[in-house]
């Protein structure tokens, strides 16, 4: 996806120019627009805290950004809490120190992007499968602040027609996809495995993924929510109602902040 950004400019005929060739429209990609968004969203961050650091595409950026701003000196005593291996990895390589929720119970803030974001800032996540965890970081923390571009923009969850995620236990995954999509039968659900190639994709906690496409709105998320939950061999789900705080959304006509 790009998005021009141009600014109307007076005719030759206001300003008695002769006309020139309009210098051409300056571009932002998707992942231009995910670094604006996630770059907002560390100036929330302070010296001394503990940070919550999410997974994914947007949240890659912001977790550089906390790199760079810790050798430059402008940050210090930061401890940051991976909510994935792969974030583990990025945090260690940038120098930036690390801990977890034994040690760490309450995180000061967290910084994540989202796969949809609903006009409550309800979200969907877990599209890379870290939702588990990202869910226990960012459900202990005092401020979630979530960063976007506006293509995550949904109506309602599920709004994208993308996955609702769940991650299950391998354990007779097929009789618990079965019983996920019978609980929403109602909104035309169909469960499918997440897989990479032929194999089963793999959290990092050992689980599978079951992904839910939905052709209707679910009229009650809390409802949905606790159905999923008791239905036994689920993990947890990736839909985090009320859990947000702030919504740094980055569009063709800036950055948009919302706060509950």
């Not at 550089?64 to 430059?72: K, N, P, V």
């Not at 995954?173 to 109602?186: C, G, P, S, V």
């Not at 959290?203 to 999923?228: E, F, P, R």
Request: glycine residues 8%; proline residues 5%.
């Amino acid at each position: 996806m790009a998005i021009a950004i141009s600014a109307e400019k007076p005719s030759s005929v206001e300003t008695g120019l002769s006309p020139l060739s309009s210098p051409p429209p300056v571009i932002l990609t998707q992942d231009e627009l995910k670094k604006i968004a996630a770059y907002k969203a560390v100036e929330f961050v302070e010296s001394g805290m503990v940070l919550g650091l999410g997974t994914g595409s947007t949240a890659k950026h912001a977790v550089d950004r906390i790199g760079e701003l810790l050798r430059q000196g402008k940050l210090t005593n930061i401890v940051g809490i991976p909510t994935s291996k792969k974030t583990h990895e990025q945090a260690v390589s940038l120098g930036i120190p690390l801990s977890d929720l034994d040690s760490y119970p309450v995180v000061d803030l967290a910084i994540d992007g989202a796969d949809e974001v609903d006009p409550f800032m309800n979200l969907v996540k877990g599209r890379g499968g870290s939702l588990l965890r990202e869910k226990m970081v960012e459900g202990a923390c005092k401020k979630f602040v979530v960063i976007v571009d506006e293509s995550k923009l949904v109506p309602h969850l599920g709004g994208s027609g993308l996955a609702m995620p769940v991650e299950v236990v391998p354990y007779c995954w097929k009789f618990t996809a079965k019983r996920l999509q019978d609980l929403f039968e109602d909104c035309g659900c169909v469960a499918k495995l997440r897989t990479t190639g032929e194999q089963p994709f793999v959290t990092d906690n050992g689980n599978y993924v079951i992904d839910l496409y939905l052709k209707k709105d679910i009229d009650d998320l809390k409802v949905a929510s606790d159905n999923i939950l008791r239905l036994a061999g689920v993990v947890e789900h990736g839909m985090f109602l009320d859990m947000a705080t702030t919504v740094i959304v980055a569009s063709e006509l800036g950055v948009t902040i919302r706060n509950k």
